[in-house]
């Protein structure tokens, strides 16, 4: 069965951490760009980050460059999702996606393989 499983979400304090994981089953994430995506209740599904399958380069949503860093183990087929100086508008559920492309792409319709989703609250 092919599958992205995310792990790590939680509640945190703002200023805090979380780090994010998505861990492939069943295929391959080595040839997959891989976004992460988050939606808050009553938003529209958002571009959060992307890492390409080509030269691990790395894309980032204006709203979280300089806190939040993307990266990839292809050795543990997962890619990663570490998150800094949280604020209560990071407030959502994130998603993890994979396209079968050398980079990454903006439309979250274009993934072909998408996790369930881990709930990040960011509240004190």
């Known amino acids: 069965q092919l599958q992205l499983v995310e792990s790590g979400g939680g509640l945190v304090q703002p200023g805090g951490s979380l780090i994010l994981s998505c861990a492939a089953s069943?295929?391959?994430?080595?040839?997959?760009?891989v976004g992460w995506f988050r939606q808050a209740p009553g938003k529209e599904r958002e571009g959060v980050s992307c890492?390409?399958?080509?030269?691990?380069?790395?894309h980032y949503g204006g709203s979280v460059k300089g806190r939040f860093t993307i990266s990839r183990d292809n050795a543990k087929n997962t890619v990663y999702l570490q998150m800094n100086s949280l604020k209560p508008e990071d407030t959502a559920v994130y998603y993890c996606?994979?396209?079968?492309?050398?980079?990454?792409?903006?439309?979250?319709?274009?993934?072909?393989?998408w996790g369930q989703g881990t709930q990040v609250t960011v509240s004190s």
């Open positions: 996606a994979a396209i079968l492309s050398p980079t990454c792409r903006a439309a979250y319709e274009e993934y072909d393989y």
């Open positions: 890492i390409t399958s080509s030269d691990g380069g790395r």
């Open positions: 069943g295929f391959t994430l080595d040839y997959y760009a």
